[in-house]
């Protein structure tokens, strides 16, 4: 999701901006991010959070945060130094280029799956939640985050062992396959699983509204209760997911139609991609740093633990 800024003798309207961009807005997501991802550990590790309707999302959610801060500070952090130090942290060593780009690709996929995870377990907590309830358990969901830090871990290998490298074969790779894969994982794959379930989600509690106003359930204060928090993270996961795709969608595509639009080498065309990148790495990166904006509006349940966390 990122590469690095190469000098130029002149320097257009267009690339002044993106570098104007890259100065400014950086520190600005990186304090938001660190103080609402922060708060939303605090507030989704509450014993009353966990041990509401909500089955594992709090769990989830909280290994999502602290993936954003690893996105954060591994990717935006180093963009903002370079720009405003001229500095890169992958030029001072081979292995913080290796380790620094392998954490980059791994904590944004990362947060990526977890989604996923959380969008299938709520698909499966509204049709079988008995069958969910003993399923998905904490012990579950750890297995679950092995598997799938270790999956990507495993699918990014290459950035550890090959950073740097000039083979052409290697640069082949990076240039015209690794995007594709990288869109599918890191955009398209989790836009798919989001689609199909969220609209299982959504076919499951309209017609459970249904059946409960059929049943005259709207007079008992348990149901409706119940039914407020199971709607209230719901509609919070449904928010996050239309967020995560908003966001994220635009960098894949550009890293995609990279290799066909540096064929126009002349500096007008470049200054626009150094805009166009900096627009869409900034986008992205809001995704990482606003989330827990988007639990506060969209999160019924979540917005009155976090007042009555600071009222008491």
């Known amino acids: 999701m990122n590469t690095g800024n ?13 570098i104007l961009i890259w100065q400014i807005f950086p520190p600005i997501l990186i304090i938001i991010g660190t103080i609402g991802n922060t708060l939303s550990v605090i507030v989704l590790t509450r014993k009353s959070m966990r041990r509401s309707h909500m089955s594992n ?9 602290v993936s954003d801060i690893l996105v954060l500070y591994s990717g935006l952090l180093r963009q903002w130094i370079i720009y405003m130090f001229d500095v890169d942290v992958r030029d001072l060593h081979p292995a913080l280029c290796k380790v620094n780009t392998w954490l980059v690709y791994v ?8 989604l996923v995870s959380v969008t299938i377990e709520r698909a499966l907590l509204v049709w079988y939640p008995l069958t969910a309830k003993v399923m998905c358990t904490t012990k579950t969901v750890t297995v679950n985050m092995i598997v799938v830090c270790f999956s ?11 950073c740097g490298a000039e083979t052409e074969i290697y640069d082949y790779f990076l240039e015209y396959v690794f995007p594709w894969i990288d869109l599918c994982l890191f955009s398209i794959g989790p836009f798919l699983f989001h689609i199909v ?6 076919i499951r509690l309209v017609t459970g509204i249904r059946i409960m106003a059929q049943l005259h359930m709207a007079s008992n204060e348990r149901a409706v209760m119940r039914q407020r928090q199971v709607t209230s993270m719901t509609v919070m996961l ?6 995560y795709l908003v966001c994220t969608l635009p960098i894949s595509m550009y890293l995609v139609s990279l290799i066909y639009w540096e064929k126009d080498e002349s500096p007008e065309a470049d200054a626009q ?9 900034l986008l992205m990166y809001l995704n990482n740093s606003t989330n827990f904006i988007t639990y506060t509006f969209s999160g019924r349940q979540f917005r009155m633990e976090f007042y009555a966390l600071f009222c008491k």
């Not at 991609?273 to 790495?281: P, S, T, W």
Request: aromatic letters at 12%.
């Open 6 to 18: 190469n000098a130029s003798h002149v320097i257009l309207p267009q690339e002044a901006l993106a």
């Open 57 to 65: 999302m709090p769990l989830y959610l909280t290994f999502l945060a």
């Open 107 to 114: 904590s944004l996929d990362l947060s990526a799956w977890i």
């Open 152 to 162: 990507l871990l495993g699918i990014n290998s290459h950035f550890f062992l090959l």
């Open 197 to 202: 379930g969220n609209t299982f989600i959504i």
């Open 238 to 243: 449904l928010s996050l997911n239309l967020v």
């Open 273 to 281: 991609r150094r805009l166009v990148y900096a627009c869409v790495n």
